[in-house]
Nanobody
């Protein structure tokens, strides 16, 4: 398993941007599919964006397509989520997660390692 630490959350006005980063420990980071999930109060955790081990395949939730971009740097053991045109409904705790499945998977139960989360708040 890998250890994951998120950073970059905060408070932003609607229409603004934030960049989340996730630093991973472990020498096998490049073999993991990485994902960003979010959970708003009273709602279930949902997948936001996923990127496969080499970065050649990605998934985006319909609600963030065209606004969010996931990327990874296997040399630096990091995965990032660039969030543009933020909306109040994007407010949630965002989690970085790692899956040993090599392809793009989107279910939370397919991810075995999780960070502690970072709060993103978008004001209207």
């Amino acid at each position: 398993q890998v250890q994951l630490v998120e950073s970059g959350g905060g408070l932003v006005q609607a229409g603004g941007s934030l960049r989340l980063s996730c630093a991973a420990s472990g020498r096998t980071f490049s073999s993991y599919t990485m994902g960003w999930f979010r959970q708003a109060p009273g709602k279930e955790r949902e997948s936001v964006a996923v990127i496969n081990w080499i970065g050649g395949s990605t998934y985006y939730a319909d609600s963030v397509k065209g606004r969010f971009t996931i990327s990874r740097d296997n040399a630096k053991n990091t995965v990032s989520l660039q969030m543009n045109s933020l909306k109040p409904e994007d407010t949630a705790i965002y989690y970085c997660a790692a899956s040993h499945f090599g392809g793009v998977v989107t279910r939370a139960r397919d991810f075995g390692s999780w960070g502690q989360g970072t709060q993103v708040t978008v004001s209207s």
